[in-house]
């Protein structure tokens, strides 16, 4: 019998290298001491990565449950494929704080107004400057600081380099804001045309949508403190976008798309829809996420879908156990839904989010 222990480390490194996907390269490394010490990141070459759903905060009585503990340092990360556990990850930082995720980072918010940026994988942390440095930023309670920034979105990774931005959407009213590497204060965008609900980075440039679903970009290197209109949604379909929906701006197939879900309150919970597109992609939305991936790339994930969790933030706050019911996959072709994750997790603070896994 072969002693799967002493296979020869630069065998194991060639082994790392051909697994796609991180779930996979993480079981490998789990195999044993000699396997996890090559399961780093020089050794894997995969490119697009499946989000993971990182699962709320675990609950009291779900520590003890031996299936499925977790302590209050640890996340839960599932994948979508089949809804199987991937694993835990130890995250103090995270402890009883909001996280957003944006580029395989994720933004982390504490009751007293303080926000990092947060690793999730080496924990590298990045302190970024207090809220109460906004511009509209009034003091309020400790939920209202929780919910006080909406969407979050990096302009590229910080690790190795300090050319990077994060603009976000803060404050009841959308507004806009972004902080620059080594700033020691927010910039806000000053504009006049309504909330804004969705940003996303695309060709250099950061573009919002608003709940008119007009389409704004700004380019903070020649206008630092202005968003102007570049387009919008048809006109027939903006008073529907305004009765309580939510649009996204997403990136799909090398173009900008705008999705609109019907699931801003919870009275609307589960209906899904938005101007059809066909193609080989699949979108990831949900709170704080606005991802697509080529799903013909990326075994297990299904085309022509939505996959979507919680997005329901004025909701939460009438429920217990808040956000985390409204999870699943929206097929484009024939209006179904059908789950990916059968167990529950719920939070009034951070609810179920999508997380990429990146190094």
Request: proline residues 4%; glycine residues 8%.
């Amino acid at each position: 019998m072969v002693n799967w222990a002493e296979l020869n480390q630069d065998l194991l490194s060639l082994i790392g290298k051909k697994l796609d996907f991180r779930e996979d390269f993480n079981a490998f490394g789990r195999v044993c001491k000699s396997w996890r010490s090559v399961a780093v990141k020089e050794n894997f070459r995969g490119s697009q990565q499946i989000p993971w759903l990182m699962l709320a905060e675990a609950e009291e009585e779900e520590k003890g449950d031996k299936n499925n503990s977790a302590t209050a340092d640890e996340r839960r990360f599932v994948s979508v494929k089949g809804g199987d556990m991937i694993g835990k990850l130890m995250l103090p930082e995270a402890r009883g704080k909001r996280c957003l995720e944006t580029r395989g980072w994720l933004v982390t918010i504490s009751e007293n107004s303080e926000m990092n940026l947060l690793h999730p994988i080496s924990r590298v942390q990045i302190a970024l400057p207090s809220m109460t440095t906004l511009d509209h930023y009034e003091d309020g309670s400790m939920f209202n600081n929780f919910i006080y920034v909406q969407k979050a979105v990096l302009s590229s990774c910080p690790s190795g380099s300090n050319n990077y931005v994060l603009m976000i959407i803060h404050e009841g009213r959308g507004f806009l804001g972004y902080w620059r590497c080594g700033d020691k204060a927010w910039t806000t965008i000053q504009t006049r045309f309504g909330a804004f609900r969705d940003i996303t980075y695309y060709k250099g440039q950061f573009y919002a949508v608003n709940t008119s679903g007009k389409v704004f970009v700004c380019d903070i290197e020649r206008d630092p403190t202005r968003a102007h209109a570049v387009g919008g949604a048809p006109d027939e379909i903006v008073p529907w976008i305004q009765t309580e929906r939510h649009p996204y701006i997403v990136e799909w197939e090398g173009n900008l798309l705008i999705v609109v879900r019907d699931g801003f309150m919870l009275k609307y919970v589960g209906s899904m829809a938005w101007n059809p597109s066909k193609g080989d992609n699949a979108l990831f939305l949900g709170d704080n996420a606005s991802i697509s991936v080529r799903a013909a790339a990326l075994l297990g994930i299904k085309p022509n879908c939505i996959y979507y969790t919680d997005d329901c933030w004025p909701a939460y706050i009438e429920f217990k156990r808040g956000g985390g019911r409204d999870m699943g996959i929206y097929n484009l072709a024939d209006g179904s839904q059908t789950p990916y994750f059968k167990g529950e997790s719920f939070s009034s603070i951070c609810p179920p989010l999508w997380v990429r896994p990146y190094f």
